[in-house]
Nanobody, 116 residues
Framework: VQLVESGGGLVQAGGSLRLSCVAS????????MDWYRQAPGKQRELVAR???????AYVASVKGRFTISRDNAKNTVYLQMNSLKPEDTAVYYC???????????WGQGTQVTVSS
């Protein structure tokens, strides 16, 4: 299983970025897929989830600004991030848990930096 993120970068506050996570070795629409982030000196936190059934959930701090989605044909999960704030600065990771084998899979992460 491999998860490969892309789309991070440097953006001014109020700007937008779209992160992508291309999955191989798993089928994303039969797994819950997550975006996590980790800021310097802080614990990794769950930002958004899309379930196998298509339901979505978000941490309170990003509700109304971030949108998680997936393209089953491309086996890719996205995180559209709008109205970015400096506190959104972090490394963003794609994640899934394969319950059949009880294994967590993580991507390598992509850096998002929001300047004020």
């Amino acid at each position: 299983v491999q998860l490969v993120e892309s789309g991070g970068g440097l953006v001014q506050a109020g700007g937008s970025l779209r992160l992508s996570c291309v999955a191989s070795g798993i089928i994303i629409n039969i797994n819950d897929m997550d975006w996590y982030r980790q800021a310097p000196g802080k614990q990794r936190e769950l930002v958004a989830r899309i379930t196998s059934g298509g339901s979505t959930a978000y941490v309170a701090s990003v509700k109304g600004r971030f949108t998680i989605s997936r393209d089953n044909a491309k086996n890719t999960v996205y995180l559209q991030m709008n109205s970015l704030k400096p506190e959104d600065t972090a490394v963003y990771y794609c994640h899934t848990f394969a319950d059949i084998v009880a294994v967590h899979y993580w991507g390598q992460g992509t850096q998002v930096t929001v300047s004020s």
